[in-house]
């Protein structure tokens, strides 16, 4: 591993049931295998890297707000152009909702072509494409 490199995150969720539908279908279409389960928490791994759903007994408040001090989004590699077109497509089903669809897809300027999704929850991803 490199030093410096990111080892995990964690989100604290309201409900890891539902969060675990539509953050389990991004990340295995991200290409993130499942590494870890236990009663209050799951998590995904890709590569050096692991991410963990956990609903934690400890939670202070039911509410995620990516406007608050913290944790706005997570940003993910997600391929070609095609590849977050498809992705983009399919994320309603598994309880994803395009933000910023005015600008889509470049609502992060001219220069970059993702996607911004965000989850039942309030939690929100970033999809780049590549190039």
Known sequence: MTTGSLHHVELWVPDLAGARRSWGWLLAELGWEPF???????SWRLGGTYLVLEESPALSSRVHDRHAPGLNHLAFHAGPRHAVDRLVTRAPEHGWSLLFADRHPYAGGPDTYAAYLADGYGYEVELVADG
């Open 36 to 42: 870890q389960d236990w009663p209050d928490g799951h």
